[in-house]
């Protein structure tokens, strides 16, 4: 299947990222490698980093007219040694673009989507032991209803969870339709007139369990600043509030990381500012791109500079 993704947010994450020519530029999702590419025709020499190993393959087909590309299958969260065991020092700018490919939700088999009936997966790398399976057959009720109301945002996650335990306890939950169907029995049928597919909210849930996509970015946005050369930037696109409020609470405890009391004259603590936030509200779609990509309708673009 060829790897199809329309990169969200295009033009304005790359004018985002100021590409000096020659500079050294990491697109740490590389996914459809859309970014990456109006990296490489800017002048940048890119570091490309994604944990599928379709994404990379595909990537290295797309960006074959070009040199200065590095290619690396692993996980962002790792930045510090994929920097290390490149002796890299410094980067000019840092681009993720966060959630799931198009291409992901449109292989039926990575059971990313219900739409398709496929064995409960949702592995970004295929090689990683958490499944979605894992994570449906094997959590408690607690765990599964934690994760379906932190992650998901959902108000029927204790309910969910519940018919979740009864089915599994009748049999396995093996796909996504067999669990799409529990999930449709869990919500009172008044409830699923509204707000979309009744399956959207638990699947993202387990799909940032499996991935610990909340995780990973909480643990690495400090990381990439620390290796942005000053004046560097690093654009972040989320595709949901979680995500967006992580990011949002990262760049602002850096552009302020002052811990003195309110009522103190002046700073004694000492913290300097580490970066400069260039967008004060988060950028979003331009209607043109809204009609083109249904997925750009969630999206948003924060970028920070470092000082």
Not at 81 to 101: H, M, P, T, W
Not at 103 to 130: I, K, V
Request: glycine share 6%; proline share 4%; aromatic share 8%.
């Amino acid at each position: 299947m060829e790897f199809h993704h329309i990169s969200v947010l295009l033009s304005e994450s790359v004018t985002g990222l100021n590409i000096k020519p020659g500079g050294l530029y990491v697109d740490c999702t590389m996914g459809g490698a859309g970014h990456s590419e109006e990296i490489l025709k800017a002048g940048g020499h890119l570091i490309g980093i994604d944990r599928d190993a379709e994404a990379i393959e595909a990537a290295k087909c797309r960006l074959a007219p070009y040199k200065d590309v590095t290619y690396v299958h692993d996980n962002f969260v790792n930045i510090k040694q994929i920097f290390e065991d490149r002796a890299l020092y410094k980067a000019d700018g840092f681009l993720l673009d966060l959630g799931v490919s198009s291409h992901q939700f449109d292989t039926a088999e990575r059971g990313f989507s219900y739409n398709y009936d496929a064995p409960l997966d949702m592995r970004m790398d295929r090689s990683a032991g958490l499944s979605a399976y894992d994570v449906v057959n094997s959590y408690s009720a607690d765990e599964l209803c934690r994760i379906i109301r932190d992650y998901g945002e959902e108000r029927w996650a204790k309910r969910i969870s519940q018919f979740i335990i009864e089915e599994r306890q009748r049999k396995e939950i093996k796909t996504t339709f067999e669990l799409t169907e529990v999930i449709k029995k869990a919500i009172p049928k008044k409830a699923r007139q509204d707000g979309g597919h009744p399956s959207k909210r638990t699947f993202q849930a387990i799909r940032i369990e499996v991935n610990d996509e909340l995780g990973i970015l909480e643990r690495s946005v400090e990381q990439m600043v620390e290796l942005l050369n000053p004046g560097g930037r690093i654009c972040v696109i989320t595709f949901h509030s979680l995500e967006d409020r992580i990011i949002k609470n990262t760049f602002r405890r850096l552009e302020d990381p002052c811990t003195c009391p309110r009522e103190f004259p002046v700073c004694v603590c000492g913290k300097k500012p580490v970066i400069k936030i260039i967008t004060k509200k988060p950028l979003t779609a331009s209607d043109e791109e809204l009609k083109l990509n249904r997925r750009s309708h969630s999206a948003k673009l924060r970028i920070a500079e470092k000082l």
